[in-house]
């Protein structure tokens, strides 16, 4: 029998469930933007890379304010989000060279918001046959690199290509 290590998810899977506050609002209070993976502020969003990926550079472009929908957003909060989450699927194109995008919006927890109270937009990188039979029959996704090297590797395309705070 395979076995696929993934240590980092126990942390997510013994949380599950314990209310805890908004991690979006606690991140963003905080001066850790490097070990809470925020990768830019903006002034109203910011992007950060998400912490359970589907794949390799998947990132969320997260609204400053706690909101739960698009539709308690100002028209400035949404263009800034719309148009940083184009930034970044440049920059994604640039460094990870996808074959296309899931970019959207999962509006309350049935939906499928991890953080239903606090509106986000997911950018997911995807490739030809990324969904493979381990993903399909056996509900797991093999992720072939480290949120800090995808946070480095954003983090260095940033230093030449600049994004707008």
């Not at 929908?69 to 400035?76: F, L, M, N, R, Y």
């Not at 970044?88 to 996808?98: D, I, K, N, R």
């Not at 296309?100 to 309350?108: A, D, E, L, R």
Request: net charge negative.
């Amino acid at each position: 029998m395979d076995h696929l290590w993934t240590p980092w998810r126990y942390q997510y899977i013994s949380s599950a469930g314990k209310p805890e506050g908004c991690i979006f609002c606690a991140f963003q209070d905080e001066d850790k933007d490097k070990e809470n993976l925020i990768l830019v502020r903006r002034s109203h969003s910011f992007v950060i890379l998400n912490r359970f990926p589907y794949t390799s550079g998947h990132l969320m472009v997260v609204a400053r304010r706690h909101i739960p929908s698009p539709t308690d957003a100002t028209p400035e909060e949404l263009q800034e989000m719309i148009l940083t989450a184009r930034d970044f699927q440049a920059a994604l194109e640039a460094t990870y060279h996808p074959d296309g995008f899931n970019i959207g919006f999962n509006v309350g927890k049935s939906a499928g918001a991890g953080v239903a109270g606090h509106l986000h937009l997911h950018i997911v990188p995807r490739w030809q046959g990324d969904s493979n039979f381990v993903a399909v029959l056996g509900e797991t996704r093999i992720i072939p690199e480290d949120l800090e090297t995808t946070y480095q590797k954003l983090s260095d395309y940033l230093k030449v290509h600049p994004v707008e705070k």
